[in-house]
DNA sequence: AAACCACACAACCGCCGTACC
DNA sequence: AGGTACGGCGGTTGTGTGGTT
């Protein structure tokens, strides 16, 4: 037997906020606070929505600490390196960011900042299909845009039993516990670091303790490494093949 | 001008851990 | 100790928008 739902879905609205309710939920929550409860605050603030969807919209948009906008280039580089180190635990890498969400960096890293490593201009994909070969030969040749200006210093040392599946599967997010189990475990970056990113001790991304700078040197082939093995990421649609 | 397509981002879903009874 | 309710998380889906054909 299942959970019981937390709210009667038939009598919740769903979908895109309104401006009003935007309003509701926010005067409501500045006038009284979120109560400990998320579930029965919508009752109270005269919300037909579920709990968890307020607790979503206030966290992730109506937030007055939050920081809407581009990305700027030292938070790419700390969404990169602490991905390196600890893979898609993406509240962890906003505990990181002062003003992003968790919400925030995964949509990002999905859908620009994969690319941007990728050194993959956006382009349509009719466009994509007509140069595919074209593409191809760019992706051998171009540098990646994100990693290729890294600091190394910002950059974990991670030690894997290949290299090469290493960047294959930091760009494509795709660990695969079998072959190098999660990646935090095979870091030479001490536990007690990764401990640090759990509770938050760190104002900012820690020191990491070595230089980066052999998976930089590979990630300038690595393109040409995948590209090669046939496991590039499409242009249009992020999935990968092999 | 309309249809189609891809992208960006908001929102939802389902699972897990934990606190509480 | 076991059950329940809740918060939190990551993955996935839905929707609006703008560009292309």
Avoid at 61 to 67: A, E, G, M, Q, V
Avoid at 95 to 108: E, F, S, V
Avoid at 140 to 145: E, L
Wanted: charged share 25%.
């Amino acid at each position: 037997m299942g959970r019981a739902p937390c709210c009667d879905k038939a009598n919740v609205k769903r979908g895109p906020w309104s401006a009003e309710e935007d309003t509701k939920l926010k005067q409501f929550i500045e006038r009284y606070g979120i109560g400990g409860n998320w579930i029965t605050l919508p009752h109270k603030a005269g919300l037909k929505r579920c709990g968890k969807s307020c607790r979503l919209r206030w966290l992730n948009y109506l937030r007055p600490d939050i920081k809407h906008g581009e990305f700027s280039d030292d938070e790419d580089r700390i969404i990169c390196s602490l991905y390196a180190t600890i893979g898609s635990r993406w509240s962890i890498i906003a505990a990181q960011l002062p003003g992003r969400t968790d919400n925030d960096i995964k949509n990002y890293w999905n859908t620009k900042l994969k690319k941007k490593l990728l050194g993959i201009n956006s382009q349509r994909k009719s466009t994509a299909t007509a140069n595919h070969h074209q593409q191809q030969h760019q992706s051998q040749y171009q540098q990646p845009q994100l990693l290729s200006g890294l600091d190394s210093s910002c950059l974990p040392t991670v030690a894997t039993p290949s290299q090469d599946l290493f960047i294959s599967s930091f760009l494509n997010n795709q660990y695969d516990q079998m072959s190098f189990g999660r990646v935090e475990r095979s870091c030479s970056s001490s536990d007690l670091i990764f401990e640090s990113y759990l509770y938050g001790e760190l104002g900012q991304a820690p020191p990491l303790e070595h230089s980066y700078e052999e998976i930089k040197n590979l990630i300038n082939t690595s393109t040409n490494n995948v590209a090669g093995a046939d496991a590039y990421c499409t242009s249009h649609d992020d999935h990968c093949r092999t």
